[in-house]
């Protein structure tokens, strides 16, 4: 496994990755935006109505004062926080129709006797990956309450998301060679790899830069896996 994280690494750079890398930036920048926008907004309203309701009951102002402005901290460290842990989900949302590119040069690269890939239908492509990355972001979104736990975080994130991102980036590239059943059938024999994987890729979207480009090291990372398995 660190064999195949290693050479995935090693084409981070590679000519052929660089649309898709710019691509990855401005759609993270942009999903992130109108995230942020949203979540303000809707904080913004809460807050009004907090003010208003505090002026109702007549509190000393200095005691106003600090609820305003822990109900303004509290916001931002929700905001905060939460970006951190739905990181992966909206990445791999806004990147999964583009990395197909990516799985084409690695196998360009690396395995240049294999034939062509499955033309997978647009329809079946689209709803795999809307299917996969809406339960990633649903079921982070579930368990949100818990990132703010210290320690539980930690466990949970990487728990939930090794699964998730492993099974997402696995049927991302099996299914080139495979139908989606048989892509799903095949990653249950090996659950405990992929489940690895998935934890390793996990990590990658916590570290800063790095994680800007982790849906592409990921797709590479988990094709050499996959050929491996075959």
Do not use: C
């Amino acid at each position: 496994m660190l064999k195949s994280l290693g050479i995935a690494l090693g084409q981070t750079f590679d000519p052929a990755f660089r649309k898709v890398f710019w691509i990855s930036l401005l759609a993270s920048i942009a999903t992130f935006a109108v995230v942020w926008f949203v979540t303000w907004l809707g904080l913004g309203v809460l807050g009004g109505l907090l003010e208003d309701w505090l002026e109702g009951v007549d509190l000393w102002a200095f005691l106003e004062s600090a609820l305003l402005f822990l109900f303004d901290a509290g916001a931002v460290a929700v905001v905060l926080i939460a970006s951190f842990f739905l990181f992966p989900s909206i990445m791999v949302a806004t990147m999964s129709p583009l990395l197909g590119r990516i799985a084409w040069a690695v196998e360009g690269r690396h395995y240049p006797d294999l034939p062509p890939a499955r033309e997978q239908p647009i329809a079946e492509a689209i709803l795999s990956a809307l299917a996969l990355a809406g339960v990633t972001l649903l079921l982070n979104l579930l368990v949100l309450p818990l990132y703010f736990i210290p320690l539980i975080n930690v466990l949970v994130f990487y728990s939930l998301n090794g699964y998730l991102l492993g099974r997402e980036f696995f049927e991302l590239v099996a299914q080139r060679r495979m139908t989606a059943a048989e892509a799903t059938a095949f990653r249950r024999t090996r659950r405990t790899r992929v489940f690895l994987a998935g934890a390793v890729i996990a990590f990658l979207f916590t570290v800063p830069l790095v994680n800007l480009i982790t849906p592409i090291i990921a797709t590479a990372f988990m094709l050499h896996i996959y050929e491996g398995m075959r």
